[in-house]
């Protein structure tokens, strides 16, 4: 009888607790508005509106107060916010195949985001509630839409939490001004390596965002999403971010995306980003780039759960940002010097050095060019899809700001190899309240054309090497009878040759049906190649290990 009335006391506790107030809405002014079509792809309501551009890109204007802009957001990309809902699930569901133990990570991330609410602002709940009016019904067994949808919101800082769990990637970001770029001006580059799957990436979204509070401004981002992970504004400051490395947190606080959002949204200058990011406390370590075209210069704030820091260069004309700290702050941390050794941050920033090195000045087609490179240091091949590469050919997005002029170019699919599409945030936003037409927004003289590599021979290579993964990794996994036919193992091979991945992948199948001859061939020709990772490395060392002790 005790333990009975302890475990309903503590599931009693646990259903209050995980309790989430919904805003409320005062004089809610759009209870008469409706979506309209004005044309196959675009989409008004009242003065807010979606369309499809040739590019592929979606482009979104959305204006008025938090609510306003969430319940048009919301009606607007509604059959988008439920691919992409339906995108991140099915990964979630690759990654946790397990349904009991999904359903127990359900509560358990319920009760862990119990507090999420407290640290983000009432403009921004409002906004998602907007939003989370429009949400599909499919999956309101986890969670009813409004925690849906804010839960989504820590998303990304949870992801680079486990981040040794090989859930994402690293980023890459840059800046250079004064003598070190073309025209004197800041130029701003970055690669978004946050991956969720293909589907996740396939609808990508240029936000118009007009506020009845702060400035104007622009981001590349998902339908039901408000954060910024890339964004410029009307004032010349941009914002991306970069995860470093984060223990497993044991406490919610603010999401990082919607910290950088708070920047764009309120900072003119780099001294007002940096007050506004010292207000907050994030739950997970992250560095978040600013470019200032008033201050013609970019800094870096580095934040963890615990501390803050401001890395400036000096008198260096450029910066780099990639998943390690790098101010004084952090320097002697351990975290922070097993992430340089362990991780791909390291390898990547010398190789951006290196590139940023091959000339005297940069202007935004040579920023793409260093976006798209796919090679290792001193341009050694190092395979396809390897993590120390700047381009690993899984990118959500990539972008190139020149904030004095208000120009941003943001990368068709696929990854940022598609042509970079150039918008103009002053001629974007004079036009925006009257479109009434699906007319090109985008600056069309200025576009970047797409990279040669998607008309090679190697970029079929690499398609064919992603379906022929995936086989084998299925096969590998789930169908034990499956058997990897020579034909198939030999194109799988040739098809990218340098990566440690294709080898190991090889050795993990041979591995699974004990025929442990091929397998330690294979583990042994991965460790022969450029390995992402040490815990990768030390991975395939002990499979080899543990069968050769077999033997």
């Known amino acids: 009888m005790v333990l009975a009335i302890i475990f309903a006391g503590l599931a009693v506790y646990f259903v209050l607790a995980i309790q989430i107030d919904v805003p409320e809405i005062h004089h809610d002014r759009t209870e008469d508005w409706k979506r309209r079509t004005v044309s196959p792809e675009f989409y008004k309501v009242n003065r807010n509106w979606l369309k499809h551009s040739k590019s592929g890109l979606w482009e979104l204007y959305v204006e008025g107060d938090a609510y306003e802009r969430g319940i048009a957001n919301g009606m607007l990309t509604r059959e988008l916010h439920e691919f992409q809902e339906d995108a991140f699930i099915n990964q979630i569901r690759v990654l946790v195949p397990d349904l009991t133990y999904l359903n127990y990570l359900k509560f358990f991330v319920g009760y862990f985001n119990r507090h ?3 640290h983000i602002s009432e403009e921004y709940k409002q906004e998602i509630l907007g939003i989370s009016k429009f949400a599909s019904d ?20 949870i992801g680079h939490a486990l981040q040794d769990k090989n859930m ?42 007009n506020p009845s509070l702060g400035y104007k401004f622009a981001t590349v981002t998902w339908s039901g999403f408000i954060g910024a ?9 941009t914002v991306t971010i970069n995860a470093a490395k984060s223990s497993i947190p044991t406490d919610v606080a603010t999401p990082i995306a919607l910290l950088a959002r708070e920047i764009l949204q309120y900072a003119k200058n780099i001294d007002e980003a940096v007050s506004i990011a010292g207000k907050r406390k994030v739950f997970v370590s ?49 975290s922070n010097l097993n992430n340089q050794i362990e991780s791909s941050s390291l390898y990547r920033s010398i190789r951006l050095k290196q590139l940023l090195s091959k000339t005297d000045t940069i202007n935004y087609y040579g920023a793409a060019q260093i976006l798209r490179d796919r090679r290792g240091i001193n341009d050694r091949n190092i395979g396809m899809t390897n993590e120390k590469s700047l381009n690993q050919l899984l990118a959500h997005h990539a972008v190139i700001f020149k904030p004095a002029e208000k120009l941003m ?13 150039c918008y103009n945030l002053d001629s974007v936003f004079a036009e925006a309240k009257n479109l009434e037409e ?35 990794q299925f096969i590998t996994k789930h169908n034990k009878s499956g058997e990897l036919q020579p034909v198939l193992e030999s194109a799988f091979i040739q098809s990218n040759p340098e990566s440690y991945y294709t080898y190991q992948i090889l050795g993990d199948y041979y591995d699974s049906r004990k025929k442990n001859r091929k397998a330690i061939q294979y583990y042994r020709l991965a460790l022969s190649k450029e390995i992402a990772t040490l815990k990768e490395e030390k991975q395939i060392k002990e499979k080899l290990n543990a069968i050769q002790n077999i033997q």
Not at 179 to 187: E, H, V
Not at 195 to 201: E, H, L, T
Not at 229 to 237: D, F, P, Q, R, V
Not at 410 to 419: K, L, M, R
């Open 116 to 118: 999420l609410p407290d």
């Open 138 to 157: 499919k999956y309101d067994f986890i969670a009813p839409k409004y925690h849906r949808i804010l839960n989504y919101h820590g998303a990304h800082d």
């Open 168 to 209: 994402t990637v690293g980023c890459t970001s840059f800046s250079v001004w004064d003598n070190k770029s073309a025209d004197g001006k800041l130029l701003v580059g970055r690669n978004f390596d946050f991956y969720s799957g293909d589907d996740f990436a396939r609808n990508k979204i240029v936000q118009f965002t």
């Open 229 to 237: 992970c890339s964004g410029m504004n009307e004032k010349g400051i």
């Open 286 to 334: 992250e560095s978040i780039l600013v470019g200032s075209a008033p201050d013609n210069r970019a800094i870096s704030i580095e934040k963890s759960p615990e501390k803050m820091d401001v890395y400036e260069v000096g008198n260096i004309n450029q910066i780099i940002c990639p998943n390690h700290y790098q101010g004084k702050a952090f320097e002697n941390d351990l």
């Open 409 to 421: 170019w943001v990368s068709a699919n696929p990854y940022q190899c598609g042509e970079f599409i």
């Open 438 to 472: 699906n007319v090109a927004i985008n600056t069309v003289g200025l576009s970047i054309p797409k990279d040669p590599f998607l008309s090679s021979m190697e970029y079929k290579n690499f398609v064919f090497f992603k379906e022929a993964k995936n086989f084998i």
